[in-house]
Nanobody
Framework: QVQLVESGGGLVQPGGSLRLSCAAS????????VGWYRQSPGKQRELVAT???????NYADSVKGRFTISRDNAKSTVYLQMNSLRPEDTAIYYC??????WGQGTQVTVSS
């Protein structure tokens, strides 16, 4: 069983930055893909970014050039650096490990 603990969400003004972190327990972290997803009220959960164990990244078109996903296998942690934030980025952000395990979610609110 893998447990995920997310942190780093909060309130930020448009144009600002946040970095989300997701720390995983268990021993599988280094051998699986990781990702970030988000869900806004009334909308389905959507992919934000994924990162394979080989280093291949995939981003939603809406965040390309603004968000960066990375991982530290030694710390079993995945990060999401979010720059140039927009009000439409407001959502609950969830990390995912191995396409199976989910974090509890962290709220990101972009507002002036």
């Amino acid at each position: 069983q893998v447990q995920l603990v997310e942190s780093g969400g909060g309130l930020v003004q448009p144009g600002g930055s946040l970095r989300l972190s997701c720390a995983a327990s268990g021993s599988i972290f280094s051998i699986v893909a990781v990702g970030w997803y988000r869900q806004s009220p009334g909308k389905q959960r959507e992919l934000v970014a994924t990162l394979t164990r080989g280093g291949t990244t995939n981003y939603a078109d809406s965040v390309k050039g603004r968000f960066t996903i990375s991982r530290d296998n030694a710390k079993s942690t995945v990060y999401l650096q979010m720059n140039s934030l927009r009000p439409e980025d407001t959502a609950i952000y969830y990390c995912n490990v191995g396409a199976v395990f989910w974090g509890q979610g962290t709220q990101v609110t972009v507002s002036s």
